[in-house]
């Protein structure tokens, strides 16, 4: 969680020292330069697409250890605990991000919709994933 955070600090240093500009000069440049997006969004695409990759291997990787299971004979309750967990803990994950870009999509619709530009259309965006954290809470907490 540090290394995070570290890293979180130090990608957005150019944000917070652009933004200790003297309040009396008028703003000419916009507040977030497009170079720093542009970066922002490369670094956010780059982790998606490591963290996807990352995803599949570790699917890869639990099936080749199921299947040694089966094959080494192991005992039914433990070969069922491990295998049980494993099926458990990827719906949950499916369900959780189902529900929270279904609900974002719908944010994106709203958007559209309404023409949001801006500040208003980060704040829909945000209320709309937390509404999908709110709505995977209440599915979760229903099917157990």
Known sequence: ?????????????????????IADKPRTQPLINGDILRMGLLVAFTYLVIALFLHFIEAILQAQVKRKLIE??????????????????LRKTAL?????????GIGLVII??????GYSSLIVLCFSGAAGFLVYYLFSKRLQ
Not at 1 to 21: E, H, V
Not at 96 to 104: E, R, Y
Not at 112 to 117: E, F, R, T
């Open 72 to 89: 080494m004979q192991t005992p039914s309750d433990l070969a069922q605990s491990i295998l049980r967990s494993g099926a458990r803990d």
């Open 96 to 104: 959780q991000w189902f529900c929270v870009l279904f609900c974002m």
């Open 1 to 21: 969680m540090k290394k995070k955070m570290t890293i979180l600090l130090l990608l957005s240093l150019p944000i917070i020292t652009f933004s200790q500009d």
């Open 112 to 117: 559209n919709a309404l023409s949001l530009y």
